[in-house]
């Protein structure tokens, strides 16, 4: 967990309520694409999610008790999973009467999923992640995906390869098994 998580969690608990204020602001920041993936992978739908995540906010502004004594990342998601985001879902499920295959004593019996070391990464983590993933790569996969990241198409990447859009397609889809296969390693082991 980085510093600046670990002081907003801390400020959190202040009885001040504008310390309080300005140590949720940092709070949002750093864990808001977080809970959304996480959010996302139950609702499908971003506007539910946003709905969703500010009564979670809400409920952690009014209650955080529960995560300040959170010391790991892995353990603030599921923290806020069990104690904060399922009540929310399963309202959002029951206000939307959805038919799913999920029936609703299993929807009572969720637990917080587990996240993989690339779904609780930062953003910044992320991409020191994928920077050294590429530099393993080869000198061809490296520049078929840097020409490919700047937009451009199979048939441009291929004129520039000096290689037919056949073999681009595959190029590119190797290359990022690859760096899948890399940066997942690379996350297993920290």
Partial sequence: MDKQLRNALQGLAAEDVEKRRRAMEPFVRATFHGFMRCLYRYLGNEVECEDVLEDVYADIWENPKKIIEVTTDKELYRTVYLYYMRKRLRQVYRRLNRNLPLSQECLMGLVAPEMSGLEVASDSELGELIEEGLSKL????????????????????????????????????????????????????A
Wanted: proline residues 0%; glycine residues 8%; charged residues 30%.
């Fill in 138 to 189: 080869k000198a061809r996969e490296r520049r078929a995906v840097e020409l490919w990241s700047e937009g451009m198409s199979n048939r441009g990447i291929a004129v520039e390869l000096k290689t037919t859009v056949g073999a681009v397609k595959m190029l590119l889809y190797r290359t990022m098994l690859k760096l899948r296969k890399i940066v997942g390693t690379h996350c297993c082991e």
